[in-house]
Nanobody, 119 residues
Framework: QVQLVESGGGFVQSGGSLRLPCAASGHNFRFDDANWYRQAPGKRRELVAG???????NYQDSVKGRFTISRDNAKNMVYLQMNSLKLEDTAVYYC?????????????WGQGTQVTVSA
């Protein structure tokens, strides 16, 4: 199994910035695709940003130009840099990683980190 732990959430004023690290741990694995999702109260979980192993990134339209997903494969880390935060960015943010170990391939999810943007 691969475990993910997100951190970096908290309270921030509108227009501010936060950086969310996601640490992957386990034995003898590599991770391929990595995504950040979020879920606001009363809403469905939605994909915010994604990164493939070849470096391709994609973003939800509402965060383009404000959020950046990055990764450090050597350190098994994924990051989400969030700038110009808006009230509607308030949500629990989840990191997910597609990992491979031998013949096994699966998705791992973190427990989530709360981001609250205030006026």
């Amino acid at each position: 199994q691969v475990q993910l732990v997100e951190s970096g959430g908290g309270f921030v004023q509108s227009g501010g910035s936060l950086r969310l690290p996601c640490a992957a741990s386990g034995h003898n694995f590599r991770f391929d695709d990595a995504n950040w999702y979020r879920q606001a109260p009363g809403k469905r979980r939605e994909l915010v940003a994604g990164s493939t192993s070849d470096g391709t990134t994609n973003y939800q339209d509402s965060v383009k130009g404000r959020f950046t997903i990055s990764r450090d494969n050597a350190k098994n880390m994924v990051y989400l840099q969030m700038n110009s935060l808006k009230l509607e960015d308030t949500a629990v943010y989840y990191c997910t990683v597609l990992w491979t170990r031998g013949s096994r391939r699966d998705w791992a999810w973190g427990q989530g980190t709360q981001v609250t943007v205030s006026a």
